[in-house]
């Protein structure tokens, strides 16, 4: 009979489902930050590049993880037990608006440059150099 107390007590305890679960759901939600974090520091590196480069990879995934980490906040039905889910979640929210701010800015000088060159093409057509007439004729010496 010690040997089948024994093995009784090497057993783990029996573990309630619901903090597994909940412990689990709250891992999900830590990964899916660091995710979208490491979509926002690309898509900085990404604006900081002279040349540019294409945004609509990053945008679709950082959609995606968005929309993944919304539909696990509503299985956890607004409640976040952990310190450390609140607060990296905080971390997230606040990383996201420093984004937003810089993509913002980003939007405003791709618009400001825009217009310069479209008023500065209108400039050099309005002396007529370049006007349709000109254009379906032909230039005559």
Request: without cysteine.
């Amino acid at each position: 009979m010690h040997a089948r107390e024994q093995q009784r007590t090497m057993r783990p305890p029996t573990a309630d489902p619901g903090a597994l679960e909940s412990a689990r759901l709250m891992e999900a939600i830590l990964h899916l930050a660091d995710l979208i974090s490491e979509v926002v520091q690309e898509e900085k590196a990404l604006i900081a590049r002279p040349e540019g480069g294409d945004f609509s990879a990053l945008v679709a995934r950082k959609s995606h993880l968005a929309l993944e980490l919304g539909k696990l906040m509503q299985v956890a039905e607004g409640k976040i037990p952990t310190e450390r889910v609140r607060q990296r979640l905080a971390t997230l929210s606040a990383e996201l608006a420093a984004n937003e701010r810089l993509l913002r800015r980003h939007m405003d000088a791709v618009y400001e440059i825009s217009s310069l060159i479209g008023e500065a093409i209108e400039q050099s057509t309005a002396d007529g150099t370049y006007s349709s007439q000109i254009a379906r004729r032909g230039s005559q010496p």
